[in-house]
């Protein structure tokens, strides 16, 4: 089965990147690995790495394939270069959160995610009760640990590994603290590995106006209702406007999107013009749907929205 592909800085990117998620009740290696593996046969050749597992099911299946064209995108949390007076950000994560509400989230804005039902999920602040916020001098104080970022960055080289995704909820969360200086330096040191930075952000009318001057290869976000932050149509007018590449992270997660994938990337690639799409499949049945409409995108050619 064809991939339609893009180019980005002179390498080629399926414009659906599967990512493999089974069940939360079966989520063991030979899981991921058979659906991985399930994959691979019917034509996919590249694959989101976001968590252990899938790297370990990626390294099998490229020894058992032997397919030296087989690549992953792996990711990195902003949080592994970001360090406080030498204390990893992420040890004081609840100040860091903190801080972020009280900058960031009037109380109405609060109150309409808690009504959403997202205010306690993983894109926003869960089990967060804390109200304690750092000063200035201590915001002052963060900076790039470039020890630690480094050795989370060793694991993935070129060529199985030619695309890096780094952010995640700390690309917002440090880019509120206002310290966009460190995922500029972060975006540079995986530069200087040679391999092509993706930044990743979870809420998508904050992070794209921010981003803009950074000089990442791509710009991944959530493109749903749950996960825009404010609303949708107000980040599907940002997406239009933005003139770099912008990826669709998890389009198909209202699972009645996954009944009819074609209306779903028939918005993204020709409505919105997103460059490619990162798309979880939780089953044989999910992943013979989806590549069932692959044949209606095209390949896109040259590397710039029109």
């Avoid at 990442?216 to 406007?241: M, T, V």
């Avoid at 013009?273 to 939780?282: N, Q, R, W």
Wanted: hydrophobic fraction near 40%; glycine fraction near 6%; aromatic fraction near 10%.
């Amino acid at each position: 089965m064809r991939f339609p592909t893009v180019t980005l800085e002179g390498k080629n990117l399926p414009r659906i990147i599967l990512s493999i998620r089974p069940p939360s009740s079966s989520q063991g290696f030979r899981e991921f690995f058979t659906l991985m593996r399930k994959a691979y046969e019917m034509g996919a050749w590249c694959f989101d790495l976001p968590t252990i597992k899938h790297h370990q099911s990626f390294k099998e299946l490229r020894v058992l394939t032997e397919d030296e064209d087989l690549i992953g995108l792996p990711h990195i949390e902003a949080k592994e270069g970001a360090s406080l007076s030498g204390i990893p950000l992420h040890r004081v994560e609840a100040k860091v959160s903190g801080t972020i509400v009280k900058n960031l989230f009037p109380p109405d804005l609060v109150k309409k995610l808690k009504e959403m039902g997202v205010w306690n999920s993983p894109y926003f602040f869960p089990g967060s009760g804390s109200f304690e916020v750092f000063t200035q001098k201590e915001i002052d104080r963060i900076s790039f640990d470039s020890s630690r970022f480094d050795k989370a960055l060793s694991s993935f080289q070129p060529p199985p590994y030619p695309f890096l995704m780094v952010g995640e909820r700390y690309g917002d969360w440090l880019l509120g603290l206002g310290c966009m200086d460190l995922l500029k330096q972060m975006i540079s040191s995986i530069r200087g590995k040679k391999i092509i930075p993706i930044l990743s952000g979870q809420w998508a009318t904050f992070f794209l106006p921010k981003v803009k001057s950074l000089e990442a290869a791509a710009y991944a976000i959530p493109i749903n209702k749950k996960r825009s932050f404010f609303e949708l149509d107000q980040a599907c007018d940002l997406i239009k406007k933005f003139d770099k590449p912008v990826i669709s992270l998890d389009p198909l997660a209202d699972k009645e999107l996954m009944e009819r994938p074609d209306e779903a990337f028939s918005f993204l690639f020709e409505e919105l013009k997103i460059y490619l799409a990162i798309v979880g499949v939780s089953s044989e049945e999910e992943l013979e749907r989806i590549l069932k409409t692959i044949d209606k995108i095209p390949s896109l050619r040259p590397h710039r929205k029109t």
